[in-house]
């Protein structure tokens, strides 16, 4: 079993928060569908022996591509490889999901699509540099289900330095209220080299209170239990049957392969990565495979590490990580953890089922805790 994801680098205008790897250069587009070809063809015959379940275009905004060029992408990973798919997901921008472009990436079979929206508080979209309305992103999500896609997620901030007090709430309204099977509701972090870094380092902005963001969380908790999703991930709400499976995929140690700048790969405890640029990329490709392996750096895990991302990742999760299939997969002993006994004393971990988590209300402070247990 194994994962595909397609990292598309361009973006049509460049968010204040954003630190994705893109360009707002969009002229090298179909160059760069080529050399995302040439690298599926040359890396994925080396994952004979794995069935692949899941693709993902993310970026970036693939939908910027069009479905004819995601089409042929994945045309080329179909030839390529043995396929049992289950979920074809593309990251869109609802400024692209008109009906004609809806309708083509849904001829081509694409069944799930993760939109950005954000917010629907137009001055906090004017700050956020998007470039949609709340209107256009609503009618965007409307007219994909009306069209029978079959699973819709709709990207959300919170945490935000802007924007009236009501606004989280209002967006959560909003966004509950249409036909979408799954949200992911991310913090804002101010990232180096971001307009909205700038912003905080040159006191223009302060950040959000401790207290706001916690807030907001337990809201958005509560909304979307109502609403009847389930908080499977920190991020992450499904209705039954909407979970992003290759996103668990991922949590679950699943391998995958990556394709286009900046796109990461893993198998077999290794983890490799292409070069975070779009030349040395295009560049790579004209030279073959060897020229692709050539701009890649990697890394081995080690027990350790696998340790402690099996901590990080399962922990962020409703599941929570298993002590005996830890100590089986690297050797090391969770129970044995000195700070564990404390962190159940204080509420900040629970056992479920036999294995161990953070119960939800203290997810906001789980990297904290992960830490506590990690080597
Ligand atoms: S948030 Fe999305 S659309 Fe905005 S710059 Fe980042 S990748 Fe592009």
């Known amino acids: 079993m194994a994962g595909l994801y397609v990292h598309v680098p361009f973006c049509a205008q460049a968010c204040s928060y954003c630190d994705f790897h893109f360009t707002t250069r969009l002229n090298d587009r179909s160059r760069m569908v ?5 690298e599926i063809k040359a890396s994925m015959p080396g994952w004979s022996g794995h069935t692949f379940r899941t693709l993902y275009f993310g970026g970036g905004t693939p939908s910027i591509l069009g479905a004819e060029a995601i089409g042929r992408i994945a045309e080329a990973a179909f030839q ?7 979920e074809w997901t593309v990251e869109a921008n609802p400024e692209d999901l008109n009906t004609a472009g809806l309708k083509a990436l849904k001829d081509i079979g694409v069944g799930r699509l993760s939109v950005g929206i954000q917010s629907f508080d137009p ?38 330095p802007v924007g009236p007090e009501t606004r989280w709430e209002d967006d959560l309204q909003r966004a509950l209220a249409l036909p979408a099977d799954h949200l992911s509701c991310y913090i ?14 040159k006191g223009q902005l302060t950040a959000p209170p401790d207290e706001q963001v916690v807030r907001e969380y337990n809201t958005l908790c509560k909304s ?44 077999d405890s290794k ?24 701009q890649q750096a990697s890394e081995v895990l080690s027990n350790t590490d696998r340790f402690n991302e099996a901590l990080i990742t399962g922990l962020r999760r409703t599941e929570g990580v298993h002590p005996a299939e830890l ?18 004393g204080r509420g900040d971990c629970e056992w479920h089922n036999g294995r161990l988590r953070i119960p939800e209300p203290r997810w906001p402070m789980g990297d904290a805790i992960t830490l506590e247990l990690m080597h």
């Open 34 to 38: 080529d050399a995302i070809i040439s």
């Open 188 to 201: 804002l972090t101010a990232e180096p080299r971001t307009l909205y870094g700038n912003q905080l380092d």
């Open 271 to 294: 983890r490799w990565w292409n070069a975070r640029s779009n030349a040395a990329f295009l560049r790579a490709s004209e030279q073959g495979s060897e020229g692709i392996k050539k």
């Open 80 to 86: 390529n490889a043995d396929w049992a798919l289950e």
């Open 224 to 267: 979307t239990a109502k609403a009847g999703f389930e908080h499977y991930e920190v991020s992450n709400f499904a209705r039954p049957g909407g979970r992003s499976r290759h996103n668990s995929a991922y949590w679950d140690g699943t391998p995958y392969l990556g394709v286009g700048p900046g796109a990461h790969s893993f198998s």
């Open 123 to 160: 001055d906090v979209l004017a700050w956020m540099r998007r470039i949609h309305s709340a209107e256009t992103a609503e009618s965007a999500v409307r007219r994909a289900a009306e069209l029978g896609f079959d699973h819709i997620s709709l990207d959300l901030m919170y945490g935000l």
């Open 327 to 344: 100590l089986k997969d690297t050797g090391l002993d969770l129970l044995a953890q000195d700070g564990l006994q404390t962190l159940i």
